[in-house]
């Protein structure tokens, strides 16, 4: 099915001018939140990949806490399971960097890489019991580590039709 134009999240920027500051990746998230359940435009950050490019997980920030989320991509029913919350610098996802979670390194990847993980696919199901696991424990420990590998319970894969969009603010 194709998204109309205006319902289609950015994925690549214009080109550079001196005025123009380019338009970040973005998804549409799924969340069920006390707001109500939305689509919410976000913010691709980046990616991490482990040395051997096995684990494989994007970032994702919040447009209303700020907070830089790191999921696991669930492709065969689009969601997205929190794993952690970074805070790095949005600036070093250049492909070019690394960081250390739990004892292991992993090469933080840009946008585009993200975008290609998650196969362009514009529409993602956040996981709402990851995302309360992912904060409980950064509660708890005030620093980043992953949450376990995979919580097993019904997921939410169907989105009900009419679901409101929430855009990002335009600069």
Known sequence: MRLP???????TAPPMTESARPTPATILLY???QRGNQWVESIVVGMLSDISGADKL???KDPHSGIKFVYRVEHDCNNLDAAAITELDETHFDGKRTTAINGMNYRMGNPDSAMKLLRAKPRWIQDK???LSVLLRN???RSTSFVSRRIDRERLTRVPA???VERLPQP
Do not use: L
Not at 5 to 11: A, D, H, K
């Open 162 to 164: 009419d679901v409101p």
């Open 139 to 141: 509660a708890a420990a």
């Open 5 to 11: 134009r205006s319902e289609r999240p950015s994925t």
């Open 31 to 33: 969340t069920e939140e």
């Open 129 to 131: 019991g990851a995302v």
């Open 58 to 60: 994007v970032v994702i």
